[in-house]
């Protein structure tokens, strides 16, 4: 019975997946002319936007594909005013809780493809799109890195699915086509598929431990040039020996706001490191993607992670009960949102303390000046007279009278008397 119930299982799961199969092959049949027609009329690659139609669109089958037409969760913005569709997505309240996005509305799925090269093209973007188009169109790697960094979607694998779909499908092939009317496709006889030419450098991948023990690959990106999105905040990445002086005159950002928003940025002259982030606006007060938790890396500091995921440096460390200053030791979880529990609190490891000269010059100064004002100053207390004050400071009773500019030597507690 057992083994009827496994063979009847295996055969229901191989029907359903090589359905699967089959929807995908027939949508890529059905979009990859208009993909290739946008890839020649806009650069951006044909791989590109079949892989995110089908990931967007769960290949056309999403509630929003079928309900609007948009293939691309493109979202409204200020400047649609056409019909919309609300949907849960990835939008919240001042409290964090999701709240209905707006999304656009097609009139055929054709439409979203023309409006998704619209959106990325659109000038007002360019600060985050434009230097996309400076990548090969048959870079699709670099493309869907590209596209993660510069904010599209917030998913943090969403680089690699893309990845996964073309190479699975092969759709960087469609990178090497001609253009030919969309009228024609019906028709026409199929296209031979072109050789492909571009050789792509091996991904580096690297196993990272998550909070549930599993090890998962994470695809490393190389620096980006421009601004990009991260945590809902505009970026760049610095180049090694690059100062924020730089930063701010290669972006046209403002200096003061990049001291003010990296914390560890003091001066306008301190050298950066290679692929260092550095933020144009307040970082946020907990990071609003998928991910919940950090695994610490060997020798990562706060200020770090705290710069990966675009949250302020105090209040990640208020959101795991950890001492200003302190530091995690390798392979803690870091709560990126909400409050960790006390008993699961990250531990720390020791950090050398570093004393800068000027810094305790400029601190004994302040205790001598603390010192000092102490001196000048009296607050009576319980049962002292001005006479007993004013020999205590070697002083004269009219001394004190003049300086405080009272008519009378009657003084009670708590009153504060300058004695020179």
């Not at 089959?22 to 009329?41: G, N, P, Q, W």
């Not at 493309?143 to 998913?155: D, P, V």
């Not at 943090?156 to 092939?173: G, Q």
């Not at 930063?247 to 003091?266: D, H, P, V």
Request: hydrophobic fraction near 35%; aromatic fraction near 10%.
């Amino acid at each position: 019975m057992l083994r009827l119930i496994f063979w009847l299982l295996f055969i229901v799961t191989g029907t359903w997946l090589k359905a699967q199969q089959a929807d995908l092959t027939s949508f890529i049949d059905r979009y990859k002319e208009i993909a290739v027609e946008e890839m020649h009329r806009t650069g951006i690659p044909a791989s590109i936007k079949l892989a995110q139609a089908i990931l967007e669109s769960s290949a056309g089958n999403s509630k929003l594909a079928t309900k609007s037409n948009n293939f691309f969760g493109i979202k409204c913005g200020p400047e649609w005013d056409g019909p919309t569709y609300y949907k849960k997505d990835d939008d919240v309240d001042h409290r964090g809780r999701l709240i209905p996005s707006c999304f656009r509305v097609f009139n055929t799925p054709e439409s979203s493809y023309i409006a998704h090269s619209a959106f990325l093209t659109n000038p007002n973007k360019a600060y985050r799109y434009g230097w996309l188009f400076n990548l090969d169109k048959r870079d699709y790697k670099s493309w869907a890195w590209g596209l993660k960094e510069s904010g599209y979607a917030t998913n943090p694998k969403y680089a690699v699915l893309l990845i996964d779909l073309i190479e699975r499908y092969e759709l960087y092939s469609y990178d090497y086509y001609d253009p030919r009317p969309l009228l024609a496709s019906t028709n026409a006889t199929p296209r031979e598929k072109p050789k492909v030419l571009f050789k792509h450098r091996p991904i580096e991948r690297k196993n990272l431990r998550t909070t549930t023990g599993r090890h998962r690959p994470i695809e490393k990106v190389t620096i980006i040039d421009g601004i990009v999105r991260n945590n809902g905040l505009d970026m760049a990445y610095a180049h090694a020996g690059e100062t924020p002086l730089i930063i701010a005159e290669k972006y046209g950002r403002s200096l003061k706001n990049i001291l003010a928003y990296n914390e560890k940025l003091t001066s306008n002259d301190q050298e950066l490191g290679q692929a260092e982030r550095v933020y144009f606006h307040k970082k946020k007060r907990a990071y609003r993607g998928s991910r919940k938790y950090h695994n610490v890396q060997p020798g990562e500091t706060m200020y770090q992670i705290s710069q990966i995921y675009g949250i302020k440096l105090a209040k990640l460390y208020t959101r795991n009960r950890m001492y200003p200053g302190s530091e995690p030791m390798a392979g803690e979880p870091i709560k990126l949102r909400g409050m960790v529990k006390s008993k699961d609190r990250p531990k720390v490891r020791k950090v050398p303390q570093v004393y800068v000269q000027t810094k305790q010059s400029s601190r004994k100064e302040n205790k001598a000046k603390e010192k000092v004002n102490a001196q000048s100053m009296h607050v009576v207390k319980r049962g002292e007279t001005l006479y007993a004050i004013a020999g205590m400071y070697e002083q004269t009773v009219e001394d004190l009278l003049k300086r405080n500019e009272l008519s009378t030597n009657l003084i009670k507690p708590g009153q504060i008397l300058y004695i020179d």
